[in-house]
């Protein structure tokens, strides 16, 4: 007893804790009360500081306003004359007729934006895009990105804008090369696009020209001519009367002074008729009759021709007066039959069967022209030394002779 006794006295315990020992729910219920409290007091912190910067933020702008208002230049290095003399730099003269460089960036389909380096864009309206009509810019050729020349002729009273054109550009250009072509007196193609009592109107160059009837070789009317090409020379170029007067007769004089009977000319086939093919030989419709197609018979046209065939033909007559002109393919066969079976071959001998064509005309003439020497002794004609009489030369007769017994064409 006395050893247990002992042991529980040397027995130490750790002192008991001051604390008072608390409820579990009185626990819980003293933290509830002291979440609120730590949330309010975070927000204050959080609303204190959002002030402090709000008031900071304040006294800046009121500050910077304060600068603008008072000394708005102050510490900046580029000032207002500096600005304006920038601009004088891009600057141009933007009155009506300057032409001026620009680049295209933006189309539609009124026209088209410019940056021509100015204070403001200039704009390029769809009826000064071209001399021609069109319905958008982009068939004139004009994309974001083209860099060209244009001609000032107008301002956009709206917006100051300026109003550019290509037209008037072109246009100068079109009557500086009528000009040129009227000088080296060329033969030209103007289409008809118009006509009135006097003649009918043709476009050369992007220029509306007028033929008048006199001056048209053709017995056509207007409503016939009208959308057709026709072969023209220049009569008259005066730019500052905005004249142009154009004439058919003196292109299919020059045409026609070149179709000699026995030359071979390159045409091509207009329409087919039962008796015959139209071929178009450089502005003139000749007619190459069935019965000059072969020496062989052709019982249809369109197993050896068709419309829009390139062919090699020979001038067989020419009727100025008349306007007709016979033509031949039969003349060039190296052989009969050549033009149905091989006609690539027949236009490959073409210049060389014309020319023993022109050589057999050239005996004939001889020999009718000894004939009347004979019977007329008393002109006084003397052959040469080509049995040729003396006066006569060697070439062909005018109006050439008409060998190929052809029916009157009432198409012609």
């Not at 000064?128 to 958008?136: D, P």
């Not at 080296?184 to 509306?208: Q, Y």
């Not at 690539?344 to 057999?360: D, G, I, S, Y």
Request: charge should be negative; glycine fraction near 6%; charged fraction near 25%.
């Amino acid at each position: 007893m006395a050893s247990l006794t002992q042991q529980f006295v040397g027995l130490k315990c750790p002192p008991m804790s001051t604390t008072r020992l608390v409820n579990p729910s009185n626990y819980h219920h003293h933290q509830s009360k002291q979440k609120p409290r730590i949330v309010i007091q975070a927000a204050a912190v959080i609303a204190n500081a959002q002030t402090r910067e709000r008031l900071k933020l304040k006294e800046m702008f009121e500050d910077a306003y304060e600068r603008c208002r008072t000394t708005p230049m102050e510490g900046v290095a580029f000032t207002v004359d500096d600005f304006h003399s920038a601009l004088e730099k891009y600057d141009f003269d933007s009155e009506v007729g300057t032409k001026v460089k620009g680049t295209v960036f933006s189309v539609d389909a009124n026209g088209a934006l410019v940056d021509i380096t100015a204070k403001s864009s200039a704009y390029l309206p769809l009826r000064e895009a071209s001399l021609h009509t069109i319905r958008h810019v982009e068939e004139a050729g004009i994309f974001p990105g083209l860099r060209e020349e244009f001609v000032v002729v107008g301002e956009n009273e709206a917006d100051d804008s300026l109003v550019l054109s290509l037209r008037s550009i072109q246009y100068d250009l079109a009557w500086e090369r009528c000009r040129q072509l009227q000088a080296e007196d060329v033969v030209i193609k103007g289409k008809v696009v118009g006509a009135n009592k006097g003649g009918v109107v043709a476009l050369v160059e992007g220029l509306r020209g007028f033929v008048p009837f006199s001056q048209i070789s053709t017995k056509s009317t207007a409503e016939e001519l009208l959308e057709k090409e026709l072969p023209l020379k220049f009569v008259e170029v005066d730019e500052e009367q905005s004249r142009l007067v154009l004439s058919n007769r003196k292109a299919m004089a020059d045409s026609q002074a070149q179709l000699g009977i026995g030359s071979v000319v390159l045409g091509s086939v207009q329409s087919l008729k039962p008796y015959g093919a139209f071929i178009d030989i450089g502005g003139i419709n000749g007619l190459l009759h069935v019965s000059q197609i072969s020496h062989d018979r052709v019982s249809d046209i369109a197993t050896v021709l068709q419309p829009g065939d390139t062919l090699k033909v020979m001038i067989l007559s020419h009727d100025r007066e008349r306007g007709r002109v016979s033509l031949s393919t039969k003349k060039l066969e190296p052989t009969p039959g050549d033009m149905i079976r091989n006609p690539k071959l027949v236009f490959e001998k073409a210049e060389e069967m014309a020319q023993t064509f022109r050589q057999r005309i050239a005996q004939a003439e001889a020999m009718a022209r000894a004939d009347m020497l004979r019977f007329q002794p008393e002109s006084g004609l003397t052959l040469n030394s080509d049995g040729i009489l003396g006066p006569l030369t060697s070439e062909l007769p005018e109006d050439g002779l008409d060998l190929s017994e052809i029916p009157p064409a009432d198409d012609l």
